[in-house]
C-alpha cells in the first residue's frame, strides 16, 4: 500500500528545498569561519549560529518529507561561494541569499496552493514567516554596518559593531507584532 501523501513533483521540490537549506547552513559556516579569520569574533559567532538554524530548517523539511509517507533524497551540497572581500561584502551576499532562498521557498508555497496540497501550503507558511525574518535580519546587517560608517568605518566602530553582533538576538520583531505603543 502507497502511504505517500506527497505528489511527486511537491516530493521533489521539498527535497530541493531541504538541499537548499543545508547549502545555506554551509555558506554562514563558511562566512562565520572567514569573519573569524578576520578577527571579527562576534560577527563569526552570529553567522555560526545561523549555520545551526538553517541546519534546523533543513531537518524540519527532512522530517516533514517522512512524516508525509515521502521519500527524503539526501544530495550533495555545492560548495559554498568565495570568501567575502569585506564585511559590506558579507553582509550584502548574505541578504542576496536569503531574497533567493526566499523566492525558493515561494515556488513551493505556488505548487502546494496549485496542487491544493493544503497541508504542504500550511507547513511551508513556518518558512514564509521565517524567511521574512531572515531578510529583516540581514538588513538590519547591512544598517548596521553602514552606522558604523560603510567602508569608511574606523577602527572603534568596528570593534563595537562587532561585539554588538555576539549577542545580536537570532530574531527579528515581525510586523504583525507591532502596535502603537510597541512599534
Known sequence: MNTNRLSKT????LNVQMTKEAHASQIYLSYGAWAD???????ANF?????????????????????RGG??????????PANP????????????????????????VKLSLTEEDWATWNFMQWFVKEQTEEETLALDL??????????K?????LYNLDK??????DEAKDARDATADKP
Do not use: W
Not at 511537491?10 to 521540490?13: G, M, T
Not at 579569520?37 to 560577527?43: A, E, K, L
Not at 533524497?73 to 560548495?79: D, E, G, N, T, Y
Not at 568605518?153 to 566602530?157: F, I, L, T
Open 37 to 43: 579569520g578576520q578577527s571579527y569574533g562576534g560577527v
Open 142 to 151: 547591512l544598517d548596521k554596518f553602514k552606522i558604523a560608517g560603510g567602508d
Open 85 to 108: 572581500s569585506s564585511l559590506n561584502d558579507c553582509f550584502q551576499k548574505i541578504f542576496q541569499h536569503e531574497v533567493d532562498n526566499t523566492t525558493s521557498v515561494y515556488s513551493v
Open 164 to 169: 554588538d553582533m555576539a549577542t545580536k538576538p
Open 71 to 80: 521519500e527524503v533524497k539526501v544530495a550533495a551540497i555545492p560548495a559554498p
Open 47 to 67: 553567522l555560526f549560529r545561523h549555520a545551526q538554524e538553517e541546519r534546523n530548517h533543513m531537518m524540519k523539511i527532512l522530517e516533514y518529507i517522512l512524516k
Open 153 to 157: 568605518a574606523d577602527h572603534e566602530a
Open 10 to 13: 511537491i516530493e521533489a521540490a
